[in-house]
């Protein structure tokens, strides 16, 4: 299976790399910066389950001119972009995608799906999420800060046909967790739900979840946020439904010992683009279609967009 990975930030290149150290037959769609970057360094990955560097000679690499003077296409595009990217990304990759194509999305959110199909069709694309904290260092190597590197995919009609099987074949034994998930729009849910969760505590708090929920009365407003989260999925027809991933979250998000911030979270503190439409200002709307009230979803909401803005009035990308 001929596989485009759409970006080499943290996630793509993590389980982009995984998959070409390998052996399975990888690309790389890249900026110019990024490609250069790689061609001086190569691919290095830093976990606890074995760190691992593929050198220069290794990797394959293409920019958007080259895909696009070339159209070559490719069985499995997998989009791992922030969201706000999502526009300028599928113009990149679009000359990549052939009639048999599979769009696999790992972006945050629900809202790229529907992009995606316009753009595709709605039978390339499938659903997609990841359960992983990583991040580049200062010189684009990956590091990953805990345990979890979950991929999870899936048909959004919940069939489990020959493609998603095939899929799922190509993809396991490649030094991460995979897993074929017949409805994945529920767990694509349950990741939303927590990473709003954790987004806006962290925002809203400006500190890491343990810090944030010892402080005087963090605790409550943790759980107040995260209730507002599963309100929010409830209406939309996706019910927390496993008892044992709840307390688990729930172990996450309230830990007074947890060090754990998000993307979104890190990516504000480092003055950079967050994902505050997609992620929080996505679900508030889906909520108020339900008549759901989140006050700590759209204040949080409120102060991102906010510093967006700031960020726009000092021409800051």
Known sequence: MRILVMGAGAVGAYFGGRLAATGRDVTFLVREGRAAQLRRTGLRIFDEYGDLTLPPERLRLLTAQQLGAWRETFDLIVVSTKAYSL???????????????????????????????ARFGASAVLGGTTYIVADLDGEGAVHSMTALHDLNFGELDRRVTARIQALETTLRGAGFEVRLRPDV??????????????????????????????APGGRETARAVMLECETIAAANGYP?????????????????????????????QRGLRVESDHILGDLVER???????????????????????????????
Not at 196 to 203: D, L, R, V
Not at 288 to 316: C, E, I, K, M, W
Request: proline share 4%.
């Open 240 to 268: 927390a439904e496993d008892v044992a991933q709840q307390l688990a979250t729930e172990q996450r998000l309230l830990n007074p010992g947890s060090t754990l911030t998000t993307s979104m979270y890190r990516d504000m």
């Open 87 to 117: 526009a300028a990304a599928m113009e990149d990759f679009a000359p990549a995608v052939g009639a048999e194509t599979m769009v696999l999305p790992l972006l945050n959110g629900m809202r790229h799906l529907e992009a995606l199909q």
């Open 185 to 214: 729009l529920a767990t694509m849910w349950q990741k939303w739900t927590m990473l709003a969760s954790a987004g806006a505590i962290n925002c809203l708090l400006r500190a890491p979840i343990g810090a944030a929920v010892s």
């Open 287 to 317: 909520g108020r279609r339900h008549g759901v009230a989140a006050p700590l979803l759209r204040a949080a909401y409120a102060q991102l967009s906010v510093y967006a803005s700031s960020l726009s009035d000092s021409g800051t990308r």
